[in-house]
């Protein structure tokens, strides 16, 4: 949901720089520097609070069109709504684009990986306006032979959000259950906590999974006993259901939560590991330290469906959210390369909100680019 604030002294005012610092154009730099040296485009505000919005770089225009439209439309280059930044290529788009992260403001997070706080509060356009021109062409990966090295830039792919729900060994390619990772999964009747206790395989397809599940209704205060329930796969003849709530196989027709694809045991299938999650279901794989208390109050910004695994937000995220407490977004200000297959850009996203007239709101994006070389 995006969030309007109607009196911007309620933000930080390392915040309000960061969003009204995004408004800037390369002809009033904030560093002094001359137009020559940041020639670069600004972009934004672009509204992704109620759908994705859509620009093409090479001509620098927002597009219109509907997320159907963007399906089989390869003109747009990048796209964003609420935290999410997705690129044409891949699972995101049937274009070409790629991207690639620098790795530039690599202090922003500590040796654990941990975000550093201050580093994020105060930064603004004007104080990592530097590290966006300081990045060029130079810096583009090259192979040995000179050729630009195309396995650096990374496309969106498709992900579920149980993608690490087994283990594989490699030495003696046996499957087993990743019984240590939980998540946390809401549907519309409540949350629950799940995890795959154990499964079983046969001819490199699952034949056994059990679920392992602690329920708690939209009204109760608290997790019910953990529920172990062993669904068999071995004489599938079609996709398996599981509904969460329940803890019980079901059918297709019914309210389901989690639908795991069954495959022909013997057939040559390379091994169909995966579990799906339901179109109104979404989930997130806790880890230690998380409060699950806090997620559940906005699970909105930790709880996703099936998604694209995406260059900005999951390879390379660019954005820390809460540091301050509140529900504030703080980006990184990284450096991505964005490659739309005639042109090479650097890009940096500024800002997450918009201000106008003491209204601050959010989901607004604004970011700044410029060609690095042409393909």
């Known amino acids: 949901m995006k969030t309007t604030w109607k009196n911007a002294a309620l933000l930080s005012s390392a915040l309000l720089l960061s969003a009204c610092g995004s408004d800037s154009d390369s002809s009033s730099d904030p560093t002094g520097k001359s137009p020559d040296e940041t020639s670069y485009t600004s972009a934004g505000p672009l509204d992704g609070s109620t759908d ?8 620098g225009t927002q597009l219109q069109l509907t997320a159907e439209e963007a399906k089989t439309n390869t003109v747009w280059d990048i796209a964003v709504y609420s935290t999410n930044v997705i690129i044409n290529g891949g699972h995101s788009g049937p274009g070409d684009v790629t991207a690639y992260f620098t790795g530039n403001n690599a202090d922003f997070y500590d040796d654990a990986g941990n975000a550093v706080k201050d580093k994020f509060i105060n930064a603004t356009p004007a104080s990592e306006l530097d590290d966006f021109i300081a990045v060029t062409a130079a810096q583009i990966p090259k192979q040995d032979s000179g050729e630009i090295d195309s396995s650096k830039f990374k496309t969106d792919e ?35 906590k799940v995890r795959i206790s154990d499964l079983t395989t046969s ?4 034949s056994t999974i059990t679920f392992a599940v602690a329920f708690k209704g939209n009204d109760d205060q608290a997790f019910s006993a953990e ?54 279901s979404t989930a997130y794989a806790l880890k230690d330290g998380d409060d699950v208390d806090a997620i559940m109050t906005a699970p909105g910004y930790y709880l996703t469906g099936d998604f694209a695994e995406t260059v900005f937000k999951h390879l390379n995220k660019w954005y820390q959210y809460g540091l301050d407490g509140g529900h504030n977004i703080w980006s990184q200000y990284g450096v991505y390369m964005v490659n739309t297959g005639t042109e090479i850009y650097k890009l940096q996203i500024t800002s997450y909100y918009d201000v106008n007239d003491d209204t601050v709101t959010s989901r607004q994006y604004s970011f700044i680019y410029e060609a690095l070389v042409s393909e």
Not at 52 to 59: I, K, M, T, V
Not at 159 to 174: A, G, P, R, S
Not at 203 to 206: A, F, G, I
């Open 158 to 192: 498709f992900k579920t959000v149980f993608n690490n729900f087994y283990l594989y060994n490699h030495v003696n390619h046996e499957v087993s259950a990743n019984a240590d990772q939980t998540w946390l999964a809401q549907s519309a009747t409540g949350f629950s």
């Open 203 to 206: 001819n490199y397809v699952l």
């Open 227 to 280: 529920n172990a329930v062993e669904v068999n796969l071995l004489s599938c003849t079609g996709d398996v259901y599981f509904k969460l709530d329940t803890a019980t196989a079901v059918t297709a027709d019914d309210a389901w939560d989690i639908r795991v694809p069954c495959a022909t045991v013997g057939a040559d299938t390379g091994g169909e590991f995966s579990l799906l999650l339901a179109p109104d």
């Open 52 to 59: 994705y919005a859509y620009y093409d770089l090479d001509s």
